[in-house]
């Protein structure tokens, strides 16, 4: 068995994924090589560097670059990481095992003996200098590892640096990188060998028998392509020996390579030699037994040792047991051939590697093999015994690679298996899909207990991801009543999905019930200890707790990744809950990381309020940072996305998000304009009856209210949010409070009133401030921070009020979140009006902030003049003002007027 480096956890029961050494340490030098001291010594010394961007095309000396690199950053001190990536790290799971295991290396983990479930969070609270290599990362394109590793770059501290070398060049946002002056690239023009260098590597595998003028033409028939000039000078006939055959130019396209690969390295070997290079050639990794399996005629050991000793593209790889790979490009040259000339031992190699790892008890690659091998009832049998526990384990993605690739015809036979394939396509695809996928089965009709019992859970899931809930309570209310079935899996998931489903209709003491049921029949399955957490969390965070929420969900993400295999989609659910009480928390960096990384997921499955809560985020954090363009497009992608999805709801929601921010810009109009669009009479009246959570401090009629507040008559929306008020305080929506108490406190100072602006933010504020809350104040916009300044000088000025240190902290930090707030006169000073203004009053000083005259302000309002001047003074006197451009002032910082 390989040596292998355990994926450790300290939130729970631990399970060992088992990383191949290989993957965690640099490949080993050849005898011969050039030292890049030029290029080592650039990204060694370079300061404020980020992310080190090796790219260029196969065979151009990445590799060794960083392997180089690796040794240099080891004599200075800096911790090295490596992990070499392949397609398989496309799961998020397996790639973030790999980051786990190296992680694991790490000084401050060797330490304490392991390190925290949030690998991520782990690596960018480093304390200490550390370098981590990714190389062969053109292997990865799934979104979710690339939305991963973009977080990394930006949570990395002073002096941690990550190096990637792709043959691709690969979607890192390296743009903005590289505006901070945060990424070092090199790439295929750095990477090509200068002439000096190529005759150094000649002379050192040489000596002095090579004339410079054949160096000379062979650098510039390459082009200073470093793996051909290592051919060509592994390939060189002994000294005195002709030199024409290299010198001939062959080495301009792919073709060349292979005909080099060809002529004179694979038929130079003996034909024994011949076949195992062949038959090995479709395996990642050669171990003694399994190409003995593969080549039993053959002394695998000593072919190996042979081929390792002439270097004839095979790297050692370090470990407790012997294993080697093949370099990538001689691979891929082999696989060719073997296709090519010999197809028909094709399909039984596979079938004999697959054999192999089965009896290795390795059943992951034995299905691939059997895969490739196209012996799908092979595959099958393979996969039934095994099929729930990956489900538990949440493997989702894996799953669905399978069942892609074995036609449906094949799953006639394993019913069972054609409803985990529904399943996996339910948390890869969607529910849309998945429904397409379930009505073609045949598993609804199913007599197999099993598949019922699956199929039972996954109807009412299916109409609730799709934002069905009226018909998920229907589907789910049957199919709670035909519990319990024979698999206690299934029923776990099904309490948890209509626990959900109880939280959205308001029924929360029997969704409470379902997540505790759920707990105690599923025991520590990954799947359903994330779930019951989310769901539970959604219920705190509804009820205004948001401290237990952050908990739960924070639990919910490491409960999956406990055993490192990530429930994809289910990591979105959760991820994209604590990304909202994140941001809420003012902590952006934290949101946007997590944001970019289960955004993707969501966005594939097709969560509805995950969707938007994601993308509202990312508009929000952008439209605080400035970057207006941005966030309206983050806007424009979830409307598109929530049409595709067939979602009008969050169709909704984009289009209110879009009509706030219009209107803290002071877009009245266009805010009205996009307020009207938004109008959904049949959404209205949903939501009276359900408590969505991408809705619950966002909807309609609220923000119909808050257009008002700001750019209407303020005095009638304070009777509306009375009613809306004692509402969510009867229904325990706490988290609704808070908003509605908000806005209450913008419309009492809109409407005159700025001593009950204070006293209602007063209320609003310390409950906020026992929770953490901050965005939900802040987010109003700066009027409502001026509220939340006055607050504030009241509360220095109060010295019973002063002993409450917390709370005084708390406010300056919220004072922050607004950002920079106008400087108010002394005039605002005083913290009441000695009256508040009158409705009339207001309406005739904001008629005088608009340039009207008197006479024609008399003629707007039907009144006489003189009835104009005797406002006008009264105005004067409850602002303490001593002249209308003062009052008008006063009136502005007070936010009664606009």
């Not at 190699?349 to 299905?367: D, K, M, Q, T």
């Not at 304070?718 to 419309?747: C, F, G, M, T, Y």
């Amino acid at each position: 068995m390989q040596k292998i480096s355990h994926s450790i956890s300290t939130s729970g029961p631990v399970r060992a994924v088992a990383v191949p050494q290989a993957k965690l340490t640099p490949p080993a030098p050849p005898e011969v090589q050039v030292l890049r001291a030029g290029l080592v010594e650039r990204l060694v010394r370079t300061r404020g560097i980020r992310l080190v961007l090796i790219s260029g095309a196969a065979g151009f000396g990445k590799t060794t670059l960083m392997s180089q690199l690796f040794a240099r950053f080891l004599q200075e001190g800096i911790e090295p990481l490596w992990l070499t990536l392949e397609g398989s790290d496309n799961d998020t799971s397996r790639f973030e095992a790999g980051l786990n295991a190296v992680s694991s290396r790490l000084p401050q983990a060797r330490e304490g003996g392991g390190i925290a479930f949030n690998v991520l969070e782990h690596l960018t609270q480093q304390t200490e200098p550390f370098a981590l290599f990714l190389d062969d990362f053109e292997s990865i394109d799934e979104n979710a590892v690339l939305g991963l590793v973009r977080s990394l770059i930006d949570g990395l501290r002073s002096g941690c640096r990550l190096v990637i070398g792709s043959r691709r060049f690969p979607d890192l946002a390296v743009a903005k990188l590289r505006a901070r002056g945060q990424v070092l690239e090199v790439d295929a023009e750095m990477l090509r060998f200068t002439l000096e260098e190529t005759t150094e590597l000649f002379q050192k595998q040489h000596g002095g028998v090579v004339s410079s003028s054949f160096v000379r033409k062979l650098h510039l028939d390459t082009e200073g392509w470093v793996t051909a000039l290592w051919l060509a000078s592994r390939s060189m006939p002994p000294a005195g020996g002709p030199l024409e055959d290299l010198n001939n130019g062959r080495f301009a396209s792919n073709r060349a390579i292979a005909d080099f690969l060809t002529d004179d390295v694979f038929n130079r070997q003996p034909g024994p030699v011949q076949t195992f290079l062949l038959r090995s050639s479709i395996l990642r990794h050669l171990e003694l037994g399994l190409c003995q399996a593969l080549v039993p005629q053959c002394n695998v050991a000593a072919v190996l040792a042979d081929l390792e000793r002439q270097n004839v593209f095979l790297v050692s790889l370090p470990g407790e047991v012997p294993s080697w790979r093949y370099h990538r490009l001689f691979s891929e040259f082999l696989r060719a051939r073997l296709i090519r000339e010999r197809p028909e031992d094709v399909v039984r190699l596979h079938l004999l590697a697959s054999a192999w790892y089965e009896s290795e008890g390795r059943i992951v690659p034995a299905i691939d093999h059997a895969i490739e091998a196209g012996d799908f009832p092979v595959a099958l049998s393979l996969l039934a015994p095994v099929a729930q526990s990956l489900l538990e384990e949440g493997r989702m993605r894996l799953l669905a690679r399978w069942f892609d690739a074995i036609p449906f015809e094949a799953t006639e036979l394993h019913p069972s298996l054609r409803v985990v394939a529904v399943w996996s396509t339910l948390f890869t695809r969607g529910p849309l899909a998945a429904t397409k996928q379930l009505d073609g089965s045949g598993c609804r009709n199913s007599s197999d207990p099993q598949v019922q019992a699956y199929v039972n859970s996954l109807v009412p899931i299916l109409f609730s991801m799709q934002d069905r809930y009226d018909e998920a309570v229907v589907a789910g209310l049957a199919s709670l009543d035909r519990l319990p079935t024979q698999n206690a899996f299934a029923d776990g998931v099904l309490r948890n999905a209509m626990a959900h489903v109880f939280t959205v209709m308001g029924e929360n003491a029997r969704a409470q019930n379902l997540i505790d049921e759920a707990r105690r029949i599923t025991g520590a399955s990954a799947f359903s200890r994330m779930y019951a957490e989310s769901v539970e969390g959604m219920l705190d965070l509804q009820a205004g707790r948001m401290r237990l929420a952050t908990a739960r969900f924070r639990a919910a993400i490491g409960s999956t990744r406990q055993f490192r295999h990530n429930y994809a989609s289910g990591n979105a659910w959760a991820g994209l809950l604590y990304a909202s009480v994140l941001y809420e928390a003012n902590d952006f960096e934290s949101a946007e990381r997590l944001v970019d990384v289960y955004l993707p997921m969501a966005s594939d499955v097709g969560l509805p309020g995950h969707m938007s809560a994601g993308y509202i985020i990312r508009a929000r954090i952008a439209f605080s940072r400035g970057d207006v363009d941005r966030s309206f497009e983050a806007l424009t992608d979830l409307e598109y996305l929530a049409h595709h999805r067939q979602l009008p709801r969050i169709v909704t929601n984009a289009k209110l998000e879009r009509a706030r921010l219009l209107l803290l810009q002071g877009h009245a109009q266009a805010a009205k304009e996009e307020l009207d669009r938004a109008d959904d009479p049949a959404l209205e009246s949903r939501l009276q009856r359900q408590r969505l959570p991408a809705s619950e401090i966002d909807y309609p009629a609220l923000s119909r209210v808050r257009w008002n507040l700001h750019f209407g008559d303020a005095q009638p929306c304070v009777a509306w949010l009375d009613k809306e008020l004692a509402q969510a305080i009867e229904q325990n929506r706490h988290r609704r409070v808070l908003r509605l108490r908000v806005l209450h406190s913008l419309a009492m100072a809109r409407s005159g009133d700025p001593t009950g602006a204070v006293k209602s933010m007063a209320t609003a504020v310390r409950v906020a401030a026992q929770e953490g809350f901050v965005r939900v104040i802040a987010d109003e916009g700066p009027e409502v921070g001026q509220i939340v300044r006055r607050l504030h000088a009241m509360q220095e000025q109060m010295p019973v009020n002063r002993s409450d240190p917390g709370l005084m902290q708390y406010i300056d930090r919220l004072l922050g979140a607004f950002g920079p707030l106008p400087k108010e006169s002394a005039a605002t000073d005083v913290l009441a009006l000695a009256e508040p203004l009158t409705r009339k009053e207001i309406q005739v000083l904001q008629l005088t902030a608009d340039g009207y005259s008197n006479a024609a302000m008399a003629e707007k309002l039907a009144s006489s003049d003189s009835t104009v001047r005797t406002h006008l003074r009264s105005i004067n006197t409850k602002l303490g003002a001593h002249s209308r451009a003062e009052a008008v002032v006063i009136g502005r910082r007070f936010g009664v007027i606009r």
